[in-house]
């Protein structure tokens, strides 16, 4: 993601003053002074008008809300019986040192492996499949992006029933196979593949979709001269397509992370009695956070669940952003390098010396 | 959308050259036959839940599943309308979702022509802000957000599940993006010269050219409240329950007769297959152009 905040153009490079008191002079109303103040009052006022209701909203909803479960998980809060005696940081070392808290976390980053790295890798394939000059353009994307519009509810109770151990389409099938079935639900591995497997199924399309947008925005030209020059469709699709689509993919990396530790309902569904399988199997993190809120309620440990989890979030966002920055601008880096050197070549000067002048 | 336009207008006259050199080439079996095996894949679930709700519980023992549809599909349809208040949940979530999504459409419009369009001091700062906040998992702010809707008393209605998201950060970065290229700025200076306030500029000049992404927008909007799960199933009850929240009480129930969970599945996707099968092209261009564009 680029994000590239310039500056709303403006056709003449005016001071504001005078900006705001060119129509005015225009109008006929502009004699009295009254409209002339309440004119430039508007022009000054309204931008920041029309960016308040996110802001305000966001302070409410958003802002404080985070800042006050920091505030709560300090103290020892009850769902009932509200606030009670201040802890300090009790709750995080209750937190920290309780196993389940890190069961939940490893469940999290497993199922968030397993769930991200097939369906980048099926997105990338897909999308360049797509990318090909077929017939049935729209059909074949709708057909891709057909699994998105089913909810996550949805998606979470067809796949339960899919992968029921008793009953269930894939045991089913398995034995007809002749094979043992698969303990989806009980077993740690075989519940983190099956959550995994909704998810997959419902994003994977909407990816490649993105991923194609980035293959279809390489100019056809290059790959022209490229397969002219006798690269094969798979020479160009590791060395040119890959490469463009790299920003796009770390985009999609980071926003994956961001949604990926926070599942909920396909876990939460997955056995609706316990939260997270008999044994904690399949317990996310937010979903012990669930449980910790809104079962055992006890809010104070709740919050300090909330905050790790958001620092981590936070800090894994941070450095996916940094690793991307570093890795864009080693190519930038190693592009401009190589421009010069051709540049040289041709003007039949050494490459050292064109760097030294920059 | 230009994503979509740039191949046609090169595809005229080189075909001759690009096909001896198989780029534009028509693809062969191959493709085709991954395709249709993507399209199984998407769709087979689906069709397996229909043909699952529509026949008897014990077709679950069956070794092979049925291909075809049986026909207690009425008689699931019956049950799920028995066991949860479905008409009441339909009904809350179309409210829920119209009622954001023309609230977030028409803030970030507002909010997206501000940032785009207008200069104030801050503009750029603010901005870096709002694009920050979409890093934040505000989500896990979800405690103290119910203890406010517990304080205020709107636990249990649905405006606790409206008012959160009225307007988001990324409805105003997607506005933004859009209008800033898509205004002229000499619009919106001939506007003020003939006397508009700035709100009538807006109204006049930005929220016509606004209107294509305002529609796109619209749409993700409407999709992402529709899914919506985790905080109306906090701050609802079972007696005025979301689409979704009723359709997991499906599951929870006592007994599980897993052929109307299958059907309430099919019913609860009917309303986002038929926007599909209407604006399913807007919906693929609009995630397209937010990949090109973001």
Known sequence: MSVTLSRPRRPRATKPETDAAAPDRASPSARSPLKQRLSRLDVKASPYLYIAPFFVLFGLVGLFPLGYTFVVSLFDWRLLQGQGEFVGLDNFAAVLGDRFFWNSLFNTVSIFVLSSIPQLVAAVLIAAVLDQNIRGKTFWRMSVLLPYIVTPVAVSLIFTNMFNEQYGLINNVLGALGLDPVMWKTEQLPSHLAIATMVNWRWTGYNALILLAAMQAVPRDIHESAALDGAGAVRRFFSMTVPSIRPTLIFVIITSTIGGLQIFTEPRLFDPVTAGGSARQFQTTVLYLWEMAFFRQNFGEASAIAWLLFLIIVGLGALNFFIARRISSAESRRATRRIRRRLAQLKGQPADRMEDHS | ?294
Request: glycine residues 8%; charged residues 10%.
């Open chain 2, 1 to 294: 959308m230009s994503t979509l336009l740039t191949r046609t207008p090169r595809r005229a006259q080189p075909r001759r050259r690009s096909r001896a050199v198989g780029i534009d080439a028509r693809p062969g079996f191959l493709v085709y036959g991954l395709l249709t095996a993507i399209l199984l894949g998407s769709a087979y679930p689906l069709w397996w839940s229909f043909v699952m709700g529509s026949s008897e519980s014990s077709a679950r023992g069956d070794t092979w599943p049925p291909l075809l549809p049986g026909g207690r599909f009425w008689i699931n349809v019956g049950e799920v309308l028995d066991s949860v208040p479905f008409w009441l949940a339909l009904g809350n979530s179309l409210i829920i979702s119209s009622v954001i999504t023309v609230s977030v459409v028409f803030f970030s419009t507002l909010a997206g022509y501000s940032f785009a369009k207008l200069r104030f001091r801050g503009n750029t700062a603010l901005m870096v802000v709002l694009v920050a906040t979409m890093a934040i998992p505000t989500q896990l702010g979800i405690i103290p957000l119910f203890m406010l809707m517990r304080e205020w008393g709107w636990t249990g209605q649905i405006g606790a599940v409206v008012v959160p998201t009225l307007v988001t950060a990324f409805g105003v970065f997607f506005m933004r993006q859009y209008l800033v290229d898509v205004i002229p700025d000499e619009l919106i200076e001939a506007a003020r010269v003939d006397g508009a306030s700035m709100i009538g500029t807006f109204w006049h000049v930005a929220l016509p050219a606004a209107r294509p992404a305002m529609a796109i927008l619209a749409l993700f909007t409407f999709m992402t409240a529709w899914t919506d799960f985790l905080w109306p199933l906090l701050v609802l009850n079972s007696s005025n329950p979301t689409l979704q929240t009723a359709l997991s009480q499906l599951q929870s129930a006592r007994y599980v007769d897993y052929s109307v969970v299958l059907t309430g599945a099919i019913l609860s996707t009917i309303p986002l297959l038929v926007l599909f099968l209407i604006a399913g092209k807007q919906l693929i261009s609009g995630i397209m152009q937010g990949a090109v564009k973001g």
